[in-house]
């Protein structure tokens, strides 16, 4: 007994002194490295890296920018299963310690011991992970360690656990590019946090141990033990009961690698809008959680997409086969490496690490054979693998062609077959004017090992295709506000990043002559029924030669009103109005509506769109006469927020069109916003009898095409340059302005029209994107009234007078009884009005 109270006693004062020295340690250690602990409360305001995102004016996603994906969530949108998990794997006592939990301590005390000054487990608690996380470095050493614990006593004093553990789900890295578990529920199963089984929670919270490890992608077999052991874990801690357990531990692994998705496809907006933020936030535009919503209407932009892309490839098919994009390409990797050896490149097959990843991952899926097919297709995976789609055009080799039918493998391992009629559109390319014979069987076309793009139709069966040898642009815009409501700079961005709709500089064409047109109308010099002569005119230009300018037909139609001259689209009609307008004064009215005088040319050739705009610059324009004559701006980028709550950076604040606003008013209100009011920059009254002339393009002119949609509110014209290598179509109602370009980067000839080439595409967006939308017609001005003229002549009828036709005129600039023509005998005149290069454009 004396021996047990005796152990007992040296028991209690070892404990004592030992309790002592520990408390004196941690004070010592306090007293020497507090001067140098980061300070805690800086946890309180803490800005997590974000990406940059963009999004359409309805939140839809359209593009994510930034090496770390992280979606921050709070505490509260955690579910409580999730939570669970994270605290079985991690610190099971979480919730009761202060911050530091002995045992886990004592452990890494141990190894501090055994490994001379490393910590290899670490012992942390999730307090700790948060403090070396925000606050620390990474390396394993004791004084890193003691500033650890350090922290997290101090981070247990003022911050709460739930704030704590609400730092930590934001910013563990948990694999596969993935910050945190919102953006790992994402990444893995691209679902939100509150969809995911407990199967799925559990292999989450197995991550942050070893993300690289546990990762399911990478490790399917280990990841599948450490998520067993967590939900073990679970049961045991009683947070699930054994039924869940049984049930959670036999599902099967589901996690894929999934990419941000976005939600519209606008990428060449969404790189307008990435360049925005690197000029405006420089380094943080990445990382500073900005996001920034465009003006994108999420149910136009998709239109605007599929049918530009549609009618880029009803062009290239009208035009003629131009091949396979590879041909004889080997059947397997063994095949592909011993060709290339013989060629003396083995460096391209190792090149990367990644390449030889990505060829060893297509070997092992092919497993030697696709069923179908005989023989090891292994390479012909792995080039449809690094083959990206094009819009709607899907790569895909040949395995058969013989008769009139082809076989194709695709992504997938898929087989598709491709009948006649999808085949036998594939006459030879000889030249933009020019196809071969029409191929008497599939043979003709392409031969097995070939890469080729397929395209499927409406009803379900596939059609063989190509990349377009075209280019174009759609850009639709809000009338009232200058807002891009939609943009396709191109067929595909990944295809080419070059963004046509407001990089590329092409001759206008005949889309310019409504502009012309409205400075005769504004000047009261003429009016729809005025008569010029549509006659041949030969004149010199700036650098002595002779100009002789042709109408697109060839032919000449002698007197002609100015509303058939514009329905028609006659060149020298034009030619004659500018002249009697005079060149000077019709570019300064031209320089309001953005067509800047330094960048037109300083000659009649103006008349026929000779000069270089983009897409986006003639929307503009077109949006002011579809507003009335509201001088708008284009603009895109609707605000910009930060954070994860939405901190407001920057808005738009555009000035806006008002047709029924009172002279002098300043502001007016749209869905409850409040804006300034655009200046007016022409006549009701001319931009109402303009527009009625447009109709005219529409209803007999050269955009008779356009009657098929059967809208009486709809307006436009076709265009035409040079030797066709431009085509084009502008036109809007009340409510929506569009323009298409179709043209070669090149600038080589299209060998169509504008009404070929552009007026379908045109149609295809509009037809969609105004269904459902009943028609608007402006309210006519009170000073534009209606006459009885003469058709010939174009003077006014009497009352007594019969027949003739109808006209508008502004009252203020009726014409009279007698004819009046502006057909002065060019052809005599010498000389030029300016300088510059005349050319015959359509």
């Known amino acids: 007994m004396k021996f047990l109270r005796t152990l007992i006693f040296s028991a209690f004062w070892l404990l004592v002194s030992l309790t002592t020295a520990t ?29 940059l995102r963009i999004y359409t004016r309805d939140g839809q996603l359209i593009k994510e920018y930034g090496a770390e994906r992280r979606m921050p969530v709070e505490f509260d949108e955690i579910p409580q299963g999730m939570v669970q998990a994270l605290l079985a794997a991690e610190d099971a006592s979480y919730f009761d310690h202060q911050g530091v939990a002995p045992k886990g301590l004592a452990r890494a005390a141990v190894e501090l011991i055994a490994s001379g000054g490393n910590i290899q487990s670490g012992g942390s608690t999730i307090t700790m992970q948060v403090a070396r996380n925000y606050l620390l470095t990474l390396d394993r050493t004791y004084i890193r360690k003691v500033r650890e614990i ?13 704030d704590i553990l609400e730092l930590y789900v934001n910013k563990i890295y948990l694999g596969n590019g993935a910050y945190g578990i919102a953006a790992a529920a994402k990444a893995y199963y691209d679902r939100p946090l509150n969809e995911l089984t407990l199967s799925e929670q559990a292999m989450i919270a197995g991550l942050p141990k070893a993300p690289s490890a546990f990762n399911p992608l990478a490790n399917a077999e280990r990841a599948l033990i450490r998520r067993n052991w967590i939900l073990f874990r679970m049961r045991d801690l009683g947070y699930i009961d054994q039924q869940a357990y049984q049930q959670a531990v036999q599902a099967p692994v589901t996690a894929r690698r999934h990419v941000t998705k976005a939600e519209v496809q606008a990428q060449y907006v969404a790189e307008m809008a990435r360049q925005f933020a690197v000029e405006r936030f420089e380094d943080k535009a990445y990382t500073g959680g900005y996001r920034i919503t465009t003006t994108i209407d999420s149910e136009l932009q998709p239109l605007a997409r599929q049918a530009l892309a549609n009618g880029l490839i009803a062009y290239d098919t009208r035009h003629g086969w131009r091949g396979p994009e590879e041909t004889d390409i080997p059947r397997s990797l063994a095949e592909a490496q011993e060709r290339t050896e013989r060629q003396g490149l083995e460096e391209e097959l190792s090149e990367s690490p990644e390449v030889m990843e990505t060829a060893r991952q297509a070997a092992e899926r092919s497993q030697t054979t696709v069923e179908g097919i005989e023989g090891d297709v292994s390479n012909w995976l792995q080039v449809l693998e690094r083959t990206p789609e094009l819009g709607p055009l899907k790569p895909a080799i040949v395995i058969e062609s013989q008769d009139r039918e082809m076989r194709v493998l695709t992504t997938g391992r898929e087989i598709k077959t491709i009948a006649w009629d999808g085949l036998k559109w594939a006459r030879p390319y000889h030249s933009p004017r020019s196809r071969g014979a029409t191929p008497n069987s599939a043979a003709d076309i392409a031969a097995p090992g070939s890469l080729v793009r397929i395209l499927q139709r409406e009803d379900g069966s596939w059609r063989l295709s190509q990349k377009p040898d075209i280019q174009g642009s759609l850009v639709a815009m809000d009338p009232r506000t200058g807002a891009i409501l939609a943009l396709q700079g191109g067929f595909d961005f990944d295809a080419s990043k070059f963004n046509r709709s407001i990089q590329a500089r092409r001759q206008a064409g005949s889309i310019f002559k409504p502009f012309i047109y409205l400075a005769g109308l504004e000047s009261g010099e003429v009016n729809p029924a005025t008569v010029i002569n549509d006659a041949p005119v030969v004149m010199q230009d700036g650098s002595g030669e002779m100009w002789r300018p042709n109408n697109a037909s060839g032919d000449f139609r002698g007197p002609t009103r100015l509303r058939v001259g514009l329905a028609h689209s006659r060149n020298l009609v034009t030619i004659r109005l500018l002249q009697s ?14 067509f800047k005088p330094q960048r037109l040319p300083n000659g009649l050739s103006l008349a026929l769109g000779s000069a270089s705009l ?13 507003n009335g004559g509201f001088r708008v701006q284009p603009w895109f980028i609707q605000k910009v927020t930060r954070g994860e709550h939405d901190t407001l950076v920057e808005k738009a604040n555009p000035k806006v069109a008002c047709r029924e606003c009172t002279a002098g008013q300043e502001t007016t209100e749209i869905n409850g916003e409040t ?3 655009a200046p007016r920059i022409a006549d009701p009254a001319s931009m109402y009898i303009l527009r009625d002339m447009l109709r005219e393009v529409v209803e007999s002119g050269t ?18 340059t040079n030797d066709q290598r431009d085509a084009w179509f502008a036109g809007f109602n009340m409510g929506l302005a569009a323009t298409v370009w179709v043209g070669k980067d090149d600038n080589s000839p299209t060998a169509e029209y504008g009404s070929q080439a552009a007026l379908p595409i045109w149609v295809d967006f509009m037809g969609q994107a105004l269904e459902g939308h009943p028609e608007r017609l402006p309210e006519r001005p009170d000073d534009v009234v209606e006459r009885r003229i003469d058709p010939e002549t174009g003077r006014l009828l009497g009352d007594n007078q019969a027949g003739g036709i109808t006209e508008i005129f502004r009252a203020d600039y009726l014409p009279s009884q ?3 023509r502006v057909d002065e005998a060019i052809e005599q005149e010498s000389g030029s009005q300016g300088t510059g290069t005349y050319e015959a454009i359509f």
């Open 818 to 820: 007698q004819p009046r």
């Open 150 to 162: 350090l922290l997290s006593l101090e981070m247990e004093q003022i911050l709460s656990k739930k």
């Open 675 to 677: 804006y300034r009011v």
């Open 23 to 51: 408390l004196l340690a941690v004070a010592g250690a306090a007293l020497y490295f507090a001067p140098g602990l980061p300070d805690v409360r800086q946890l309180e305001d803490v800005e997590l890296q974000t990406p």
């Open 614 to 626: 983009t897409p986006l610059e003639m929307t503009r324009a077109y949006a002011t006469l579809a």
């Open 703 to 720: 955009a008779r095409g356009a009657l098929v949609l059967d809208r009486k509110d709809i307006v436009g014209k076709t265009g035409t």
């Open 581 to 594: 307008l005079g060149l000077n004064s019709t570019l300064n009215f031209l320089d309001q509506f953005g």
